[in-house]
């Protein structure tokens, strides 16, 4: 199976800097010039079946995807990003303010973090690789397009390259950024990680 792992574009709370998590947030009107880029640039001629978070920003990217290459696209809650419990909506000095050891660990020690009212990292990780796994035992050989979000896409890619979740900041993900996995019976190759070419773009000013 070959699997491209995708961050949705970019929403108006992105740009605000504020922590969106679970909250159903949708595409801004850059956010969704990245996505057409994204489907026009797509770095596969074909594929056969698109996997979306049901939250508005990730599908709004997916169904972009789709409308080029006319494949089933399956929405599913297993995808959604980090539960950032009481800091959706807030922005990082918001949060800080607030609950300043929380966020010491957010980057110094985020295998540690407890998101008041939220989920960890490593529960946002085996949430994640449970939803691989059953995406690859279906979907053996094929083109799969998986669209979610910046924290889920890192725990993916940590527990792939067995990368200690202490280290998830290591990984940038920026929207719409493109990550190619290859999976041969047991054994995984990571083709790409971070993939923006097709944003590259002047007139975007992005």
Known sequence: MKLFLIRHGQTEWNRLGKYQGQADIALSEDGLRQAELLAKAFPSETLDIIYTSDLK???????????RYHCPIYPDAGLRELNFGDWEGLTYEEIA???????????????????????????????AMKKLQAIR????????????????AKTILTALLHIPLHYIWVLRQDNTAVNIVRFDGD??????????????KPSLGL
């Open 97 to 127: 303010t607030r609950w300043p050891q929380e966020v010491e660990n957010l980057f110094g020690a985020p295998e540690k973090l407890q998101i008041p009212n939220g989920e960890t990292f490593a529960a946002l990780q085996a949430r």
């Open 187 to 200: 054994y995984v190759s990571v083709e790409l990680i971070n993939g923006t070419a097709h944003l590259d």
């Open 137 to 152: 035992t279906k979907n053996k050989g094929k083109k799969v397009a998986v669209v979610a979000h910046g924290a889920i």
């Open 57 to 67: 920003r990730a599908l709004m990217t997916a169904e972009c995807l789709e409308r």
